[in-house]
């Protein structure tokens, strides 16, 4: 499967951003997805993940509360949208897929995924 996310940008700490991932090649429905953020100078960390169906979800501790993963899979799109940003949340967003799962399994952090996107460049300003 191929992963394209878009949407990045700056915007100022408390301010919005909504991402995509658009998914070709294979049938999006029997991937689980997930978003993956890497920091200047830090390692890779997950962000949130969501099952096939998109009736479960996982999320980091730290953006509970301010970011939501969504998809459509008639649309082959998934989403992260991001409120209440704040200056570490500053990173390269890469969207992520997870093969070989069941409709009910929700990706956990522990999991690697199988395929990635390119990322999308988020910075928020203090």
């Known amino acids: 499967v191929q992963l394209q996310a878009s949407g990045g940008g700056?915007?100022?700490?408390g301010g919005s951003?909504?991402?995509?991932?658009a998914a070709s090649g294979r049938t999006f429905s029997m991937f689980g997805m997930?978003?993956?953020?890497?920091?200047?100078?830090?390692?890779?960390?997950?962000?949130?993940?969501?099952?096939?169906?998109?009736?479960?979800?996982?999320?980091l501790d730290s953006v509970k509360g301010r970011f939501t993963i969504s998809r459509d899979n008639a649309k082959n799109t998934v989403y992260l949208r991001m409120?209440?940003?704040?200056?570490?949340d500053t990173a390269v967003y890469?969207?992520?897929?997870?093969?070989?799962i069941i409709s009910?399994?929700?990706?956990?952090?522990?999991?690697?995924?199988?395929?990635?996107?390119?990322?999308?460049?988020?910075?928020v300003s203090s």
Not at 10 to 13: D, E, I
Not at 83 to 88: D, F
Not at 94 to 100: E, L
């Open 104 to 123: 009910s399994f929700t990706p956990p952090p522990s999991r690697a995924p199988d395929y990635w996107g390119q990322g999308t460049q988020v910075t």
């Open 10 to 13: 700056l915007v100022q700490a």
């Open 83 to 88: 409120n209440s940003l704040k200056p570490e």
């Open 17 to 21: 951003l909504r991402l995509s991932c």
């Open 34 to 59: 997930g978003w993956i953020r890497q920091a200047p100078g830090k390692e890779r960390e997950f962000v949130a993940s969501i099952n096939r169906s998109g009736g479960s979800t996982y999320y």
């Open 94 to 100: 890469y969207c992520a897929a997870y093969s070989g």
